[in-house]
């Protein structure tokens, strides 16, 4: 028997192509439509990026006034007892010298409405009845 000769499994290597005018344009072309797309999507990402930081600096303003306005309403509910409580205790104490001074103490004032929350009311308005000027226009 004849020795079987093996085939080479390697393909030969494809000669180097030299770069012609017409591939350096369609390269240049590739290059311009890829910079295009990649620049309009930097500036659809820093766009976003801005409409996000817009957005959370919003969140954040909105959420420091109601912190705000509830730390307001606190304050306010611990300050008007203590207030009431002063100014009772100074009447109290001005009251003997007002009836050594034969004068006559004020007549009390009905206390204070404490001051409604955040919740808005929406006022109605109400009809008058219109005159009835047919009717007497027609007797």
Aim: proline fraction near 6%.
């Amino acid at each position: 028997m004849a020795a079987i000769k093996k085939k080479p499994t390697r393909k030969p290597k494809a000669a180097a192509l030299e770069p012609t005018p017409r591939h350096l344009w369609l390269a240049s072309l590739g290059m311009l439509v890829a910079a295009r797309r990649e620049s309009k999507a930097a500036v659809q990402r820093a766009t976003s990026k801005v409409e996000n930081t817009v957005a959370d600096a919003r969140y954040a303003i909105r959420r420091a006034e109601a912190d705000l306005r509830a730390g307001v309403d606190g304050v306010r509910s611990q300050v008007e007892p203590k207030v009431q409580k002063f100014s009772h205790d100074v009447e109290a104490r001005l009251a003997p010298i007002v009836a050594k001074l034969g004068l006559k103490p004020k007549a009390k004032r009905a206390p204070r409405k404490a001051r409604k929350t955040a919740v808005k009311t929406t006022r109605r308005v109400v009809r008058k009845p219109a005159r009835q000027v047919a009717k007497k226009a027609a007797k």
